[in-house]
């Protein structure tokens, strides 16, 4: 499904994507094409592209080309799903200790739409960070490791 979606190759793709899509929620998924995860995830964004396309602009990042963004984000489980709104970079409140990324697949495209619509109305009223709409039992659990400098 990944050959549905627009792909961006490069740190400068990425960086004009963030400064140019504007009143759009801009989603940014980190991960690999071949990885099964990525694919499912893959498949829903597909989906719901054409029903979200006046709120939402979708595009794939393949971890392995654009290693900046993953070493800035923190991307060290795939697929992470990171949003953005007229170049800022909006947080979302999962219920998990990490609100800048959503890590793993949505469960169903309901989810991802109703994530979408709570980022876009947040994000119209100024809100830099917001409140999931997903049921704490539809979203992946992973513990956060960090790394001592």
């Not at 029903?51 to 923190?74: C, E, G, H």
């Not at 991307?75 to 200790?97: E, R």
Request: aromatic share 12%.
């Amino acid at each position: 499904m990944s050959f549905l979606l627009p792909q961006l190759n490069s740190k400068k793709e990425v960086d004009e994507a963030i400064k140019i899509v504007a009143e759009k929620v801009l989603v940014l998924r980190f991960g690999r094409d071949e990885d099964n995860v990525c694919l499912q995830l893959d498949n829903i964004l597909a989906k719901t592209s054409h029903d979200l396309s006046k709120m939402a602009a979708i595009y794939l990042v393949d971890v392995s080309k654009v290693p900046v963004y993953t070493q800035y984000f923190d991307i060290s489980y795939i697929p992470s799903t990171v949003f953005f709104f007229n170049g800022q970079h909006i947080k979302v409140d999962y219920g998990s200790p990490d609100h800048t990324k959503f890590v793993g697949s949505f469960k169903t495209k309901q989810d991802f739409i109703d994530l979408i619509e709570v980022i876009y109305r947040g994000a119209m009223r100024g809100k830099l960070i917001v409140r999931s709409p997903i049921d704490p039992k539809n979203i992946p659990k992973y513990e956060l490791l960090y790394k001592d400098i």
